[in-house]
């Protein structure tokens, strides 16, 4: 079992700034792929970005330029800056982490950018 906890959500003026960060434990593999997903009410989940444990990424296209995903393995730390936040990315931003057993997900930080 793998818990993910999220922090550093909140409300933003647009063209502001936000990092958020999740935290794993538990049975962490050596090799996994963590990052963050968003679900606005009424839309479908989708991904915004991913690292995997060797340092390999992908990001949206709403978001390429504008968010950077990092991580801590030491620390099963994922993290994610985002700079020129939009109203648009307003939603709940869900940590994910998926290894060879399965996907796990955080409960969620609410982000929201105020035009």
């Known amino acids: 079992q793998v818990q993910l906890v999220e922090s550093g959500g909140g409300l933003v003026q647009a063209g502001g700034s936000l990092r958020l960060a999740c935290a794993a434990s538990?049975?962490?593999?050596?090799?996994?792929?963590m990052g963050w997903y968003r679900q606005a009410p009424g839309t479908q989940r989708e991904m915004v970005a991913t690292?995997?444990?060797?340092?390999?990424?992908s990001y949206a296209d709403s978001v390429k330029d504008r968010f950077t995903i990092s991580r801590d393995n030491s620390e099963n730390t994922v993290y994610l800056q985002m700079n020129n936040l939009k109203a648009e990315d307003t939603a709940a931003y869900l940590c994910?982490?998926?290894?060879?057993?399965?996907?796990?997900w955080g409960q969620g930080t609410q982000v929201t950018v105020s035009s």
């Open positions: 538990g049975r962490i593999w050596s090799f996994n792929t």
């Open positions: 690292m995997t444990t060797s340092g390999s990424t």
């Open positions: 994910h982490y998926n290894d060879w057993r399965g996907t796990y």
